[in-house]
């Protein structure tokens, strides 16, 4: 098991910036791909981005939904075990529960069903 707790979620008004974290604890991130799901009421989970890192955990590569390109920026340190999500220009359609998660394929992309460990959540409303 590698528990995953998300913190930073938070009611904020369009336009406006959230950064959401995600700590690994006793483990380092870079041992896994990781990566941040969404979902809104009524609606299923969907992918929001993704890293993987290299061979030799020095740098990581990001992928992103289409939704979310050029507004959100994942991020990953090493030294705090902790992925970060960067949300800017937020609009109220991202509000829904995001989630990080955690895959022991460290190619894992954008397929829930890639991923083995998963955080409980944390709210990010986004007002009008």
């Known amino acids: 098991q590698v528990p995953l707790v998300e913190s930073g979620g938070g009611l904020v008004q369009a336009g406006g910036s959230l950064r959401l974290s995600c700590a690994a604890s006793?483990?380092?991130?870079?041992?896994?791909?990781m990566g941040w799901f969404r979902q809104a009421p009524g609606k299923e989970r969907e992918f929001v981005a993704a890293?993987?890192?290299?061979?030799?955990?020095?740098?990581?590569?990001?992928y992103y939904s289409d939704s979310v390109q050029g507004r959100f920026t994942i991020s990953g340190d090493n030294a705090k075990n902790t992925v970060y999500l960067q949300m800017n220009s937020l609009k109220p359609e991202d509000t829904a529960v995001y989630y990080c998660?955690?895959?022991?394929?460290?190619?894992?992309?954008?397929?829930?069903?890639?991923?083995?460990?998963w955080g409980q959540g944390t709210q990010v409303t986004v007002s009008s």
């Open positions: 006793g483990r380092s991130v870079s041992s896994y791909a």
């Open positions: 998660a955690a895959s022991r394929s460290r190619s894992a992309q954008r397929g829930s069903i890639e991923y083995d460990y």
């Open positions: 890293i993987n890192w290299n061979t030799f955990r020095t740098y990581f590569s990001a």
